[in-house]
């Protein structure tokens, strides 16, 4: 008999405990009295309940940003630097390429000072020593050839990198798709 009182009052324990355990993880017995009208409610009302699930669905991606699109509208615009980059240019000798190569240069050049201000991620001339101290950024700094053991590392500088300073680009119009980088020509006859 006393196995039984202690195996029922073992039991009461133990629902208790779940119960409060449930209000605990609810954020108290306020939240755990509305989670169980909203499950009831959800049990017999479709519509609350599709309600409810939209409440819990994922976030929509965030729209990509159009920024980087923008400075190759840029670019296309000022220099044709991707009608250049899409053309199959194997029918062409190397003088015609290179006279090609020289204006686009020119002009890209031209559009990038006009609006975006670059500055090297390091400023020591290509062939320097330099140290790549601890807790350095590996998005700014590349490693590259033998590396082991921990920072700082010395090393030979290949290429000193580019950081954009300030970028200043013409916003889209109101209402255009900013991922059009030119727009199609239709000559009219």
């Known amino acids: 008999m006393e196995y039984v009182i202690f195996g029922?009052?073992?039991?009461?324990?133990?629902?208790?405990?779940?119960?409060?355990?449930?209000i605990s993880k609810a954020g108290g017995k306020l939240r755990?009295?509305?989670g169980m009208?909203?499950?009831?409610?959800?049990?017999?009302?479709?519509?609350?309940a599709a309600r409810v699930d939209q409440l819990f669905a994922p976030p929509p991606p965030p729209k990509p940003s159009a920024e980087p699109v923008r400075l190759l509208g840029v670019l296309q615009r000022e220099s044709r630097l991707l009608d250049f980059l899409m053309e199959n240019i194997s029918a062409y000798t190397?003088?015609?390429?290179?006279?090609?190569?020289r204006e686009i240069h020119a002009k890209a050049v031209?559009?990038?000072?006009?609006?975006v201000v670059l500055e090297p991620v390091l400023g020591q001339d290509e062939g320097s020593i330099v140290t790549v101290p601890a807790g350095f950024d590996p998005s700014a700094i590349?490693?590259?050839?033998?590396v082991s053991g921990q920072p700082p590392f010395k090393g030979t500088l290949v290429?000193?990198?580019?950081?954009?300073k300030s970028v200043d680009l013409p916003k889209a119009p109101e209402g255009a798709d900013e991922f059009v980088l030119?727009?199609?020509?239709v000559e009219m006859a």
């Open 94 to 101: 190397n003088d015609q390429i290179g006279a090609s190569v």
């Open 8 to 22: 029922l009052l073992g039991f009461a324990v133990g629902v208790l405990g779940m119960y409060f355990l449930l």
């Open 37 to 48: 009208k909203v499950a009831a409610r959800s049990a017999t009302d479709p519509a609350f």
């Open 182 to 185: 030119m727009p199609a020509e």
């Open 142 to 146: 590349k490693l590259v050839g033998q």
């Open 32 to 34: 755990y009295d509305l």
């Open 159 to 164: 290429h000193p990198g580019w950081r954009a």
């Open 110 to 115: 031209a559009a990038i000072k006009k609006h």
